[in-house]
């Protein structure tokens, strides 16, 4: 779905994992992103397995696969 894509913010040598919060997409964490980058980090909100899709493949992922969605990023 449009805005569900990762965000990524080059910033300074400390880098952050922001994944979004359960049922969420990169898009709703995109202002901390923005935030945490404009203090010097690099950002990455990665998207997880099955969010920011179809309501479906979310009821399919649980929470290794959001894990590993994680470890990617």
């Known amino acids: 779905m449009p805005g569900a ?14 994944p979004p919060g359960l ?3 990169p898009h709703e ?4 992103a923005a935030d ?7 950002v990455l909100a990665p998207r997880l397995a099955g969010h920011g899709t179809a309501p479906g493949d979310l ?12 470890l990617d990023g």
């Open 5 to 18: 894509e990762p965000r990524f913010h080059r910033g300074g040598l400390t880098g952050c994992l922001r």
């Open 29 to 32: 964490v995109a202002w901390l």
């Open 59 to 70: 009821a399919r992922t649980r929470w290794r696969d959001w894990y590993a969605s994680a």
């Open 23 to 25: 049922a969420a997409s």
């Open 36 to 42: 945490l980058a404009g203090r010097g980090c690099t």
